[in-house]
């Protein structure tokens, strides 16, 4: 059984964290029901949903990727870099509490959920605005004894590591590679976004499939003429909030 943990958009959406974004208005109502077109995704591809209740004090609470890392043997539960998202995570531990050991990243670590990607056993950090050299660290003891190697990459121009690449299949990945070295990535195969797209590399890879925003037709096109079976989502509100499809689930088997 593969699991998703969701939360239903917080009633203070409008509130969010912003870094690279201006601020534009939210309609909370039509962004509540793009998360629900979402979570039918998730489920029309084999997910349980695990879904919280809002947390109508917490802004960026829908995007419950940045609270945790899930991997097979343990659950790192973050510390996230911007200050007021911090309280999001003991719900996200008391979510997972049920089906993994878990593993609390300390301060001085800061590190987001949307900052890890994971390929096989090898973690890559992006050292962003949000995630630190001392969590990277904190993780490559944590998760030595499983065999996972840790590696920090520096993330400059977005702001998480998935807002520039992410994995679509087995052995392909995701990329934009204006914002970082598709080469760091050894022998996978890169699938470049389409360059008028620049926010098009963020998928929530699944079996044989991707769930993909709509709004990044071309990039769409190219994992398409790759053989990715694309499930496409509107996501245009939590886009907003600095927001992306990986950001609102996570996922587990």
Not at 89 to 112: C, F, H, M, N, W
Request: aromatic share 6%.
């Amino acid at each position: 059984m593969r699991y998703a943990i969701t939360r239903a958009v917080s009633s203070a959406i409008n509130q969010c964290e912003l870094t690279h974004f201006s601020r534009t208005p939210i309609d909370l109502s039509l962004a509540r029901k793009q998360h629900h077109a979402y979570e039918a995704a998730l489920q029309s591809l084999g997910c349980q949903l695990i879904p919280l209740p809002e947390e109508p004090t917490l802004p960026d609470s829908v995007f419950v990727e940045d609270a945790a890392v899930v991997l097979d043997e343990v659950a790192l539960i973050t510390r996230p870099g911007a200050a007021s998202r911090r309280p999001e995570t003991p719900s996200i531990a008391a979510a997972l509490t049920p089906y993994r050991k878990l593993i609390e990243i300390q301060s001085p670590g800061t590190v987001d959920g949307g900052d890890v990607l994971r390929v096989g056993k090898s973690i890559y950090v992006g050292l962003s605005s949000r995630s630190n050299q001392e969590a990277v660290e904190q993780m490559a003891k944590a998760l030595q004894p499983w065999g996972y190697r840790v590696h920090a990459i520096q993330v400059n121009d977005c702001l998480h590591l998935k807002s520039a690449v992410t994995q679509v299949a087995a052995d392909k990945l995701l990329v934009n590679p204006a914002w970082l070295d598709p080469a760091i990535f050894g022998d996978m195969q890169i699938i470049e976004i389409d360059p008028s797209e620049e926010y098009a590399a963020n998928t929530v890879w699944i079996d044989d499939a991707v769930i993909y925003p709509t709004c990044y037709p071309q990039t769409q096109r190219k994992l398409e003429a790759q053989g990715i079976r694309v499930c496409t989502v509107d996501v245009g509100e939590l886009i907003k909030a600095e927001g992306a499809v990986t950001c609102c689930s996570l996922l587990f088997v």
